[in-house]
């Protein structure tokens, strides 16, 4: 199984950097497919149950940033089969929230929160939350 949680958002790398001052993880820069950047957290130190959305500490912590959209995304891969879940926020306001459910071909959690980076996803891969893909950075 492989689990993944993170963020990806359209800020500045100053907002990647005060992220991983809050939570431990690995952050590098993405230029497709959007600009911005990406954190996947330490998988040990899961930040939430991936249902719970009020209360999360992310919402408040985004009013540091009122121009970057912060998109939270929490996936469980079991082989064939992927678990999402997530919410996209932005100035300490939920815009939206995907509870957690198996992907399939014709609905995916991931790619409508990727939508709101505008990102539209082809056969609903997305590169940054794959294995592999962290590998790299510090």
Not at 11 to 36: N, T
Not at 69 to 92: C, H, M
Not at 99 to 127: I, K, N, Q, T, Y
Request: aromatic share 12%.
């Amino acid at each position: 199984m492989y689990v993944f949680s993170g963020v990806f958002s359209d800020g500045d790398p100053a907002v990647m950097e005060a992220l991983l001052k809050l939570r431990p993880g690995r952050g590098r820069a993405i230029d497709r497919p959007f600009r911005g950047f990406a954190v996947a957290f330490v998988a040990s130190d899961q930040w939430h149950e991936p249902e719970q959305v009020d209360g999360h500490p992310l919402i408040e912590w985004s009013n540091n940033w009122p121009e970057a959209t912060l998109v939270y995304s929490f996936s469980q891969d079991y082989g064939d089969l992927r678990d999402q879940a997530g919410f996209v926020i932005r100035d300490g306001a939920v815009l939206h929230h995907e509870e957690l459910r198996e992907e399939s071909l014709d609905d995916s959690p991931l790619g409508r929160l990727v939508a709101f980076l505008g990102v539209e996803l082809a056969e609903h891969a997305f590169e940054p939350v794959g294995h592999g893909y962290f590998d790299s950075c510090r």
